[in-house]
């Protein structure tokens, strides 16, 4: 596999690498978007959230968690904006999971989740909800 991810896991190649444990990695990002900026990779070759086990998934991001507690503790930044680019659609750029930790600051010109995507559905929150719960209720059977 030809993975720049598993690579750096491996210590094939060299990464900025902030916080370690058996499962994880925490890297600082090459191109930051806030000083500190970090992802956190699993060490295991899963491509996005959903190939994760749910042990690996609480591992994970517990260690987002220790990363984020790390970088407030050194940088002070006034909050974090965490996510996940799942999928090319959202962005992913390689496909191995990353989580983001950026810090963020007052006044930094950032912005929150929410404006990310502006594509509002056209259905109401309701009819939604009622479809997302009869696919549920399709795949128990």
Same mark, same amino acid.
């Given at each position: ?21 058996? =499962?994880?990695?925490?890297?600082? =990002?090459?191109?930051?978007? +806030?000083? %500190? ?8 070759? &899963?491509? *996005? ?7 690996? *998934?609480?591992?994970?991001? /517990? +260690? ?9 503790? /050194?940088? &002070?930044? =006034?909050?974090?904006?965490? %996510? ?6 959202? %962005?992913?750029?390689? =496909? ?46």
């Amino acid at each position: 596999m030809d993975c720049l991810f598993c690579k750096i896991a491996k210590k094939e190649i060299s990464g900025e690498i902030i916080y370690e444990d058996d =499962d994880v990695l925490g890297l600082l =990002d090459i191109n930051p978007r +806030a000083p %500190g900026h970090s992802f956190l990779i699993p060490k295991k070759h &899963r491509e *996005t959230i959903l190939d994760l086990s749910e042990a690996e *998934t609480g591992t994970l991001f /517990t +260690a987002v968690a220790k990363v984020a507690k790390l970088l407030k503790e /050194t940088l &002070r930044p =006034d909050g974090f904006t965490i %996510g996940i680019n799942h999928g090319q659609a959202s %962005g992913q750029s390689i =496909d191995h999971l990353h989580i983001h930790v950026i810090p963020r600051w007052l006044n930094d010109k950032g912005g929150s989740v929410h404006s990310v995507v502006s594509n509002a559905s056209k259905k109401i929150v309701k009819e939604i909800k009622e479809e997302i719960l009869k696919a549920k209720k399709v795949e128990k059977q």
